[in-house]
């Protein structure tokens, strides 16, 4: 296996170099390229092309190795697999959006977590990735960016300044992040001190992990909080997530309202609507009736938060059905008639298989 260059400190990365016969401020020009995310030797042009390629025999520059790119139709969003050292494959996805370029970043390769509706838990849990893999998916997004320059894409202000950098990280990948919580901070620290983005611009996702919530309520940063629920009521959301069985709704909830009171945030409520098949093959919507609208208005009512409705997006093992957009429509009207915030998330790069782990199970099928 070549080293990766990008996981050396600077006076190993300096060691290397001048074994290698080079002068020392070739490391330095090396470490430059490294930190804007070079996928390869052969991009760092002030780099004699000599030694780019013996480098190449010897090295490889980045802890993510792109396997497939693939683009939405509308441009908007670029959806990557990438390749661990020991081969694993995780996937990260660019999103250029009206207020800036958003990742969402994989924080594991697999996930142990078993939710009944998703495809990135179907392998099992294969490891934690570490902090440099999962900076080094911000990099490569970041060095997408940068060559939306020659291209037709669309390029997106970051906010405060127009050049089109990452600006919004979301940890809605592949994985549960509160299962993997210090090299999650880590990589959080790192994006807001090497790329200046701020807390507020980083989302942490979890399924309800209470010890972890405790963990980022200890940690102190002002980032933002995202709990999956997806269902009101410990009996149902027991039967498609295992993890409340461990935590239990009113436990998870009060860890997270005690996490956004403590930094004056909006809690962000993740709800897919599932509709299910019954034995004649009828659909009926199994989290997604009035109802349950209601219950979940009863268990956020007079709360700081808004609650993201996702329609399902289909995965070919998982027994679900994606609701029809009217009834979407009502389970929505019934919280705002509640005086629940709430928006309809918008499905994006669904015609590049981007919804939650999809490539992945994918590639590992062939
Ligand atoms: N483990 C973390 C983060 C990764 S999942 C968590 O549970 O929050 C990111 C979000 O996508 C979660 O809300 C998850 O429930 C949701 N999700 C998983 N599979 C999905 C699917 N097939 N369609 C729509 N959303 C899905």
């Known amino acids: 296996m070549k080293p990766i260059l990008f996981n050396f400190t600077d006076s190993e990365l300096e060691k290397f170099i ?15 390229w490294l930190s804007r995310g070079a996928p390869d030797f052969m991009s760092m042009k002030n780099i004699p092309e000599n030694l780019r390629r013996d480098l190449d025999n010897m090295a490889q520059t980045m802890p993510v190795k792109i396997i497939k790119k693939l683009e939405s139709a509308d441009g908007e969003t670029t959806k990557f697999l990438l390749e661990l050292n020991d081969e694993e494959q995780i996937e ?6 009206t207020y800036g370029n958003s990742v969402c970043v994989s924080s594991q390769a697999g996930c142990a977590m078993g939710c009944k509706f ?17 900076f080094a998916q911000v990099l490569t997004a970041q060095w997408e960016l940068r060559n939306d320059k020659f291209s037709d894409k669309p390029i997106r202000p970051n906010g405060d300044a127009n050049n089109g950098d990452v600006s919004h990280i979301v940890i809605m990948g592949t994985g549960e992040p509160l299962q993997n ?21 980083i989302t942490v996702s979890t399924c309800g992990i209470v010890p ?11 980032i933002n909080l995202a709990i999956s629920l997806h269902a009101p009521t410990d009996e149902l ?14 436990s998870v909830l009060d860890a997270a309202w005690r996490f956004t009171d403590l930094h004056n945030r909006q809690l962000m409520i993740e709800y897919i609507l599932l509709g299910r098949h ?20 009863e268990l956020l009512r007079g709360k700081n938060c808004m609650v993201n ?5 289909a995965v070919d093992e998982r027994d679900f059905a994606a609701p029809s957009g009217n009834a979407v429509h009502r389970f929505q009207d019934t919280l705002i008639k509640n005086g629940i915030h709430t928006r309809i998330r918008r499905e994006r790069g669904t015609d590049i298989g981007s919804a939650c782990g999809q490539l992945r199970l994918n590639n590992a099928r062939k």
């Open 18 to 32: 001048t074994d290698m016969g080079q002068p020392k401020f070739r490391a330095k020009q090396i470490r430059e």
């Open 92 to 97: 990260c996805v660019l999103m250029r959006t």
């Open 118 to 134: 998703c495809a990135s838990t179907l392998l099992g849990l294969k490891r934690n990735l570490t902090t440099n893999e999962i």
């Open 181 to 201: 919580t210090e090299n999650v901070i880590g990589f959080i620290e790192r994006a807001n001190s090497d790329l200046n983005i701020g807390w507020r611009r």
């Open 212 to 222: 972890g919530i405790e963990r980022l309520i200890e940690w102190g940063r002002p």
């Open 237 to 250: 959301r027991s039967q498609i997530m295992p993890i409340n069985n461990k935590y239990k709704l009113d």
């Open 278 to 297: 019954d034995e004649n093959g009828d659909m009926f919507l199994y989290n997604a009736t009035p109802e349950y609208a209601e219950k979940l208005s």
């Open 309 to 313: 409705l996702i329609p399902w997006n």
